[in-house]
């Protein structure tokens, strides 16, 4: 019984450029949540779905949604501190 | 003269009612030979500049000392702490482990040699290769500088799906010297013990199972005694693990008579 063997170098290679290909998709579509943009990016997914492990597809997505998440919150910092060096407290 | 010319210049009410009044009474006590003529005598103990002028002095002459005592203090702190050594981590022991060719390997064969070593599994997405591709590019800037005196090495923490024949595939597409170590989960399990990294695959797994494996992200530079010397973190650049590790292999003295763990 042999066990799937670790991709190489090339089937990685393989794996993230079919995620961009999708996120990117996704970007366009303007979807953060791999999954909530229905029928839209069928095609990508399915590509996406056949070059990578499916632990590796869950990890690529979670990262994503937490990749967002840390955008708005540091977009958020950003604001805080702009209104307070508006307001003239300095650090 | 003049103080008979005082005494005149009481009120003769006031005179007659004194002399009229009993030596002992207290209630009209004897006339005393002061000036009545309205200036009273400033005593030094009121308010005036001069007391003023003591007062912002002293009060200045503290915050001085105050301050001048506090810098002293802060300095030594500062010296003792630049004094301090705090001893080295103690990362690194004994492991038992088979090479990618299947012969064994202990931390003795660690000796003579620098070493890198990076834990991961075969089955990482992009952590694992983004950093085995950084050290490989840091042992050929070493290799050009000081020749090949690093051993890059990779373990695993995945030993249920990372047999020999595994990690042999796996390390070629890396660094052609780079070593690939497993074993069983045992030795596996205490090799990351003594390197104090962390792993956690998930329970009742299955060869042939997909899963991930989570786990600490450093790779250990080790002396050619098999001493640890530095950790290297995934935020750290290339560059910044390249003039580190020269630096160390610079400045290395072996160490005299070291009792192995």
């Given at each position: 019984m042999s066990t799937p063997v670790a991709p190489s170098r090339e089937d990685r290679k393989r794996c993230w450029e079919s995620r961009d290909i999708y996120f990117s998709c996704l970007d366009a579509a303007q979807v953060v949540v791999p999954g909530e943009e229905g029928t839209k990016c069928d095609a990508q997914k399915k590509a996406y779905g056949t070059d990578c492990?499916?632990?590796?597809?869950?990890?690529?997505?979670?990262?994503?949604?937490?990749?967002?998440r840390q955008k708005a919150t540091l977009k958020e910092v950003e604001r805080q501190r702009l209104e307070a060096e508006a307001k003239g407290f300095r650090r | 003269?003049?103080?008979?010319?005082?005494?005149?210049?009481?009120?003769?009410?006031?005179?007659?009612?004194?002399?009229?009044?009993?030596?002992?009474?207290?209630?009209?006590?004897?006339?005393?030979?002061?000036?009545?003529?309205?200036?009273?005598?400033?005593?030094?103990?009121?308010?005036?500049?001069?007391?003023?002028?003591?007062?912002?002095?002293?009060?200045?002459?503290?915050?001085?000392?105050?301050?001048?005592?506090k810098a002293k203090q802060i300095e030594r702190?500062?010296?003792?702490l630049a004094k301090a050594s705090y001893g080295k981590a103690r990362i690194g022991g004994p492991f038992s482990l088979i090479t990618h060719d299947g012969k064994p390997f202990t931390q003795n064969d660690l000796v003579g040699k620098w070493s890198l070593i990076y834990f991961g599994f075969t089955h990482c997405p992009d952590i694992c290769p983004e950093e085995l591709d950084k050290m490989s590019e840091v042992v050929d800037a070493i290799d050009a500088t000081f020749g090949q005196v690093v051993q890059p090495i990779f373990i695993t923490c995945d030993p249920a799906r990372d047999t020999p024949e595994q990690v042999a595939a796996y390390v070629k597409d890396f660094h052609p010297r780079l070593l690939g170590l497993t074993g069983a989960y045992d030795n596996i399990k205490a090799a990351c013990k003594a390197y104090r990294v962390y792993f956690s695959t998930p329970p009742n797994t299955k060869p042939g199972d997909d899963y991930l494996v989570d786990h600490s992200i450093f790779f250990y530079l080790m002396d050619p005694q098999g001493e640890f010397v530095d950790a290297y973190g995934k935020s750290t650049t290339e560059a910044e693990v390249r003039e580190k590790v020269a630096e160390a292999i610079k400045s290395w003295k072996p160490a005299s008579s070291k009792s192995s763990s």
């Open positions: 492990a499916k632990s590796w597809v869950d990890y690529f997505n979670k990262r994503r949604v937490l990749a967002e | 003269m003049s103080m008979l010319r005082l005494l005149r210049s009481t009120p003769r009410s006031l005179t007659r009612r004194l002399a009229l009044a009993p030596a002992s009474c207290p209630a009209f006590p004897r006339p005393r030979p002061y000036s009545t003529q309205g200036t009273r005598d400033q005593t030094p103990l009121g308010p005036s500049w001069r007391a003023g002028a003591l007062f912002i002095a002293t009060g200045l002459g503290l915050v001085w000392y105050f301050k001048s005592e702190k500062e010296q003792e």
